[in-house]
């Protein structure tokens, strides 16, 4: 069975000021879909960004690769 990992920050967990840094514009969204399509360690992927929260959930390949996607949304 595959693990579904979901990193993120929302309103019960970061303030606002963090969550406006963390979200993502359209165009950014896009380019961390196309991100995580050709990485071949990640099976599958979804962004999901709002007012409120900002979450990034995925299934990886093998290994948990958290590094790899708290690098995308920090970046």
Not at 40 to 67: A, H, M, W
């Amino acid at each position: 069975m595959s693990k579904i990992i979901l990193i993120g920050a929302n309103h019960k967990t970061a303030p606002v000021a963090l969550r406006e840094k963390l979200s993502f514009s359209d165009d950014e969204i896009l380019a961390a879909l196309e991100f995580l399509k050709q990485d071949k360690d990640i099976k599958e992927g979804l962004v999901f960004s709002t007012c409120n929260r900002t979450e990034v959930l995925y299934i990886p390949e093998k290994d948990d690769q958290i590094d790899k996607i708290i690098e995308l949304i920090s970046d």
